[in-house]
């Protein structure tokens, strides 16, 4: 590895690769630093990939990256023990250019954006793990110079380090910008790529050729836990998964990988994994920690993107899209940075403004107490499914009782579980924390 460089990306998940491939076209002389075989070859998402943010930095990607199949309809299964209430949004524009998004395998896709980088003439070193990052001066003076990696020989200076490491963030913790997380700050998520038989996909999720269906679960699928599951069309395989926070899995003394096998038996899913054959199997943490608690993300020569820097927005499902704009706004710093010849604090905070006028923080921002309202009333994924299973299954049980009989009963059964006030409390706090 040459040992001078104006900018060191640590990590080639989307973050990183967004980053290099922009400072690199940019004119910034960029090291992209990658622990695994190649980029992606540790990394895993459930896995959407949103078009919109994907094409800001990749224009056209659709024409020439590793997709799978373009998601038309988005559907979500609110399941109680035997049962499912259901909701989804289905349009054919989707399938259309500039789509809306698609699932992806990381393993190709994050390769396939790592040779775009390479392309543009970012260096890529994989097999290499940063240990620590290279200091100078003191107090505030302290500066990042540099890396130090696991290779002999393998100190390498630059201008400024981007720590795009993912949710296991230990170098932003050990440099001081990331405190301590708390298993209340992260999920655990499992995941099983399922081959199903030719034609099963277009036959089981009623979608024609090539067209691609999401399903998210909740209620059950999580054994009434705080997380959510989940089910994906690929070409001719699911991705199917579950993702749970750590301390929930903690104080049930419950595996994921037991949420998940209970998860693929519901009666409401069962019939779209039959015949299926699983052919992979993958788990990984996500930073759920929200806005409170995104750590530093800039000081002197350094800047913290993507999963490193909490950037997951867990309620819509969105971590790659805020990964991949935070590391684009990085190098659009790191390049004006250069311009001035000035890699100090003070010139790197535009990055935090840049973030703080997108819809990255304000989305953050917005959902800031919904990890704290659902750990803190765990009613929400248990006694709220149950009551809308017995609601629905009263409703549509045909058996000569009169209909405004049935709807009394709902009310009593409803009041037998959660008092009126009860249910007022939690409608305010629901509005208090979404609206
Ligand atoms: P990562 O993708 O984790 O990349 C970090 C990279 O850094 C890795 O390549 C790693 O090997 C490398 N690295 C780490 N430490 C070092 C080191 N010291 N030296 C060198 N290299 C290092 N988001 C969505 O948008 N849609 C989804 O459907 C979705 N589903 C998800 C399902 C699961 C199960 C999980 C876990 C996450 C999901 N996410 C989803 C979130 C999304 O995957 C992340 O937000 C996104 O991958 C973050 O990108 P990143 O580049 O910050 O981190």
């Known amino acids: 590895i040459p040992h001078e ?31 695994g075989d190649f980029p992606g070859s540790k990394n895993v998402m459930g896995g959407v990939l949103y078009s919109y943010p994907t094409a800001q930095v990749f224009p056209d990607f659709w024409k020439k990256a590793p997709l799978e199949r373009p998601i038309i309809e988005q559907r979500a299964y609110l399941l109680a023990e035997d049962s499912a209430i259901t909701a989804g949004f289905k349009d054919n524009r989707f399938f259309e250019e500039p789509y809306n998004n698609f699932t992806v395998f990381r393993g190709r896709f994050d390769k396939w954006m790592a040779g775009e980088a390479m392309e543009a003439g970012a260096l890529l ?7 620590d990052l290279l200091y100078e001066g003191e107090g505030t003076g ?49 995941k099983e790529v399922i081959k199903l038989p030719k034609g099963a996909i277009e036959e089981r999720f009623n979608v024609e050729k090539g067209q691609g269906v999401t ?3 909740l209620g059950e699928a999580t054994l009434g836990m705080f997380g959510m599951g989940w089910i994906y069309t690929n ?25 998940l096998e209970k998860m693929k038996n519901h009666p409401a899913l069962r019939p779209l994994l039959v015949e299926g054959e699983t052919v992979e199997y993958l788990a990984k943490i996500i930073p759920e920690g929200g806005y409170k608690q995104v750590p530093k993300l800039y000081s002197n020569g350094v800047l913290v993107c993507g999963d490193t820097a909490m950037l997951v927005n867990g309620v819509h499902r969105e971590g790659s899209n805020l990964a991949m704009t935070s590391g684009k706004m990085a190098a659009e710093t790191v390049i004006e940075a250069k ?9 790197l905070k535009r990055y935090k403004e840049r973030l703080e006028d997108s819809f990255v923080l304000k989305d953050l921002k917005k959902y800031q107490n919904v990890s704290g309202l659902m750990q803190t009333n765990p009613h ?24 405004k009989e049935k ?14 006030t009860q249910i007022a409390g939690d409608l305010y706090r629901i509005w208090r924390t979404f609206g």
Do not use: W
């Open 142 to 190: 302290k500066k990042v110079v540099g890396v130090i990696t696991n290779r002999e020989e393998g100190t390498v200076r630059g201008h400024v380090v981007l720590l795009c490491e993912g949710a296991n963030s230990i170098l932003a913790q050990r440099a001081g910008l990331q405190e301590d997380l708390s298993p209340g700050d992260l999920a655990c998520a499992v």
């Open 235 to 259: 070409k001719d395989t699911l991705s199917v998964g579950v993702g749970v926070m750590i301390n929930e899995l903690s104080r049930r003394g419950l595996n994921p990988n037991t949420v």
């Open 125 to 131: 070193v994989s097999e290499t793990v940063v240990t």
């Open 339 to 347: 311009a001035k010849g000035d890699f100090s604090a003070e010139a």
């Open 5 to 35: 460089f104006e900018a060191i990306v640590v990590g080639g998940g989307p973050a990183g690769l967004s980053a290099a491939y922009t400072l690199a076209k940019g004119g910034v002389k960029t090291l992209l630093i990658e622990r």
């Open 407 to 420: 709807q009394k009963k709902i009310i009593r059964d409803i009041r037998k579980k959660r008092s009126l």
């Open 380 to 403: 929400f994924f248990t006694v709220y499914p149950n009551m809308a299973r017995q609601a629905a299954q009263e409703l549509f049980t045909v058996n000569n009782v009169p209909k």
């Open 215 to 217: 399903i998210e679960l």
